[in-house]
């Protein structure tokens, strides 16, 4: 599915909710808590272009791995876009993962696929930003148990240290097959 301009934002003050709403009456409600976004005021406002890059980047970065349907891959874009436009910053949360023993063989960069291991857990994530330091990730499983209290949802987002960042088996597989045929 590819942005329209007649996507828009809507924040319900009432309910508390942040949407966009999509062609055809299709409306995204926002996952995330209002206490994870920035103080919003009632709005009807049209998707910009910047947001549309934003979901455009995304969807296009899962879809190239071939294993999600569209409905999951819009819903996982419009997250992201949400958090781009909309998210407060994230103090990194790393303790709540192993450190990597491997080290991924292919490039860290928005949208590829990492794993991160709870120790009780191992879940699949899609890199949202990175930097030197940080990678804040977003969960494409269902959910990951984190600790006898905190369980994530898929969708959910996180901040962690590069070093938390496993390689993805199914990235890994593909990058190591790649490499064999070109050798």
Known sequence: MHASQHWRWNFDPEHEQLSVELDHGLVHKCPYKTSRLI?????????????????????????????????????????????MRFGRPQ???SWY???????????????????????????????????AEFAECMLLSSS??????????QFDAIKVLRNRLQPSHYLQMRYDDDHLRHA
Request: proline fraction near 5%; charged fraction near 15%.
């Open 144 to 153: 990951m148990t984190l600790s006898e209290v905190k369980i994530m949802q």
């Open 91 to 93: 103090m990194p949360q």
């Open 39 to 83: 103080p919003l005021q009632p709005t009807h406002a049209a998707f910009s272009m910047e947001d549309a890059a934003n979901y455009q980047e995304f969807y296009d970065a899962l879809s190239a791995y071939e294993l999600w349907e569209p409905m999951l891959l819009t819903q996982a874009a419009l997250n992201r876009t949400i958090l």
């Open 97 to 131: 993962f192993q450190s990597c023993i491997e080290v991924p063989n292919y490039e860290l960069e928005m949208g590829a696929l990492v794993e991160l291991n709870s120790g009780i857990e191992t879940g699949v994530f899609a890199i949202l930003s990175i930097d």
